[in-house]
């Protein structure tokens, strides 16, 4: 059966490669793809931007929009260029993927690279968050539905399962700490935002992409981005008032906090 539009409009975060230009790509192909995709990058514009430009080039409804999630003005700037595109409508998707890996171990680590890696994984998405949330508000008191789904208002956060310190201890990876540790942070905000704004009709939660091979994940990494965001994106489409708040794999399993 053909799946319905999982959303009206959806802005992908990190969206050049990896991850969120899979993401991007399967949404612009599904049967009914959303009215707006909003695929935001650091380098919108420039050279590591090429493939997502190729792409928009071949569907109008890809949206390239310069968004650096730890630079404020760029992050207002996104939204008001969301906002004109919109035309007056919300914004019912936020999908939170922009992200930095780090393999620093304890002998390795330093505090500069911790405080760089929470900016990115922790306060980035945070901020988009804040940013967007009008938007999504009016997404959500629009719908003219009851209760949550991505295709009324969400913010999903893409996490990790290294994050989990749940699994911690029987999980023996590599240490990885300012990842595993923004990654734990990331998941906190995700349930304080599930809490806050479960009320105003806005789902959230985080979602585990698996081990992927992408240039962040190595080659190494045992499955592909493409079987994975078919994963992630049956799985946003059956999010409901139950899954507000959870963090999830791709195939929709419950992980441990």
């Not at 009914?32 to 380098?43: N, S, V």
């Not at 009016?138 to 310190?165: H, M, P, Q, Y």
């Not at 300012?178 to 990654?183: D, F, I, L, Q, V």
């Not at 507000?244 to 794999?249: K, V």
Request: aromatic residues 4%; hydrophobic residues 45%; neutral net charge.
């Amino acid at each position: 059966m053909a799946m319905a539009t999982l959303a009206r409009s959806v802005l992908v975060t990190g969206s050049n490669r990896g991850i969120g230009l899979e993401l991007v790509r399967q949404l612009a192909a599904s049967p009914q793809p959303p009215q707006h995709i909003f695929a935001t990058c650091r380098d919108a514009t420039g050279p590591r931007g090429k493939t997502l430009q190729e792409l928009a080039a071949r569907h109008p409804n890809i949206k390239l929009i310069q968004l650096d999630t730890v630079d404020l003005p760029s992050i207002r700037g996104a939204v008001q260029a969301v906002e004109t595109h919109l035309e007056g409508q919300g914004l019912n998707l936020l999908i939170n993927n922009a992200g930095v890996g780090s393999q620093a171990t304890l002998q390795s680590v330093d505090a500069q690279e911790m405080l760089a890696t929470f900016a990115v994984n922790v306060v980035g998405p945070l901020q988009v968050a804040k940013e967007f949330l009008p938007l999504l508000e009016k997404a959500a008191k629009d719908a003219g539905t009851e209760g949550l789904s991505c295709s009324r208002a969400a913010i999903i956060n893409v996490s990790s399962k290294v994050g989990s310190i749940g699994l911690c201890l029987g999980v023996l990876e590599a240490p990885m700490y300012p990842y595993r540790a923004s990654k734990a942070a990331q998941n906190m905000v995700t349930r304080c935002l599930a809490a806050e704004l479960r009320d105003k009709g806005i789902l959230c939660a985080a979602i585990h992409p698996g081990w992927v091979k992408t240039d962040m994940g190595t080659e190494q990494a045992p499955m592909t981005v493409e079987r994975s965001m078919q994963g992630i994106l049956e799985v946003l489409g059956i999010l409901s008032q139950e899954t507000c708040g959870a963090f999830l794999d791709w195939e929709g399993n419950h992980l441990p906090w």
